[in-house]
T-cell receptor, first 111, second 113 residues
């Protein structure tokens, strides 16, 4: 069936370093992906999205890369800060808002 | 603050009971979504409404129902509650139906004892 999955449940980085969070998907027809951030006690927060007609998209300190050949996407966070500590989810958008979420990667930023 | 308001924030009830969770979407958003987050299942899509009409359904149990009212607020009704229904229930809203950019509320934590 359809699924998106993250490679690592946890990731620990030093403040100021770059973080890379990976995600794989199974359906080669999937064409729209989104990254969300969830801080403790809060709801998921949209970070960035990418459609399959793009390989890369940049936001403020974040970059999403999409490799359709190997069905893989990644979220890169530049100069990671303590405020970036959260659980990060990749999601596939199925039918306009029906998001299929991966399990999440917990990012910890060490000062 | 996402602009999406959910009440109550916490709810403790017993098995077999019925509860109603309420959601007010962001001003101007016509689409409302309900998601369930639990440790074993993760974040799961339940149901979507657009301007009062049901638009998409996910893994929502028959014991659960939802509706969106003319003022666009939405309610999720959970009945015959079981221990396994204990979870965080999130409401989200969006302006368009074809977007993955949803604005989530802070959730309602349901504990069934």
């Amino acid at each position: 069936g359809e699924s998106v999955g993250l490679h690592l449940p946890t990731l620990s980085v030093q403040e100021g370093d770059n973080s890379i969070i990976n995600c794989a998907y199974s359906n080669s027809a999937s064409d729209y992906f989104i990254w969300y951030k969830q801080e403790s006690g809060k709801g998921p927060q949209f970070i960035i999205d990418i459609r399959s007609n793009m390989d890369k998209r940049q936001g403020q300190r974040v970059t999403v890369l999409l490799n359709k050949t190997v069905k893989h996407l990644s979220l890169q966070i530049a100069a990671t800060q303590p405020g970036d500590s959260a659980v990060y989810f990749c999601a596939e958008n199925k039918e306009g808002g029906k998001l299929i979420f991966g399990q999440g990667t917990e990012l910890s930023v060490k000062p | 603050d996402s602009g999406v308001t959910q009440t109550p924030k916490h709810l403790i009830t017993a098995t077999g009971q019925r509860v109603t969770l309420r959601c007010s979407p962001r001003s101007g958003d016509l689409s409302v979504y309900w998601y369930q987050q639990s440790l074993d299942q993760g974040l799961q899509f339940l149901i979507q409404y657009y301007n009062g009409e049901e638009r998409a359904k996910g893994n929502i149990l028959e014991r659960f129902s939802a509706q969106q009212f003319p003022d666009l607020h939405s309610e999720l009704n959970l009945s015959s509650l079981e221990l396994g229904d204990s979870a965080l229930y999130f409401c989200a809203s969006s302006v368009r139906v074809d977007t993955g950019e949803l604005f989530f509320g802070e959730g309602s934590r349901l504990t069934v004892l």
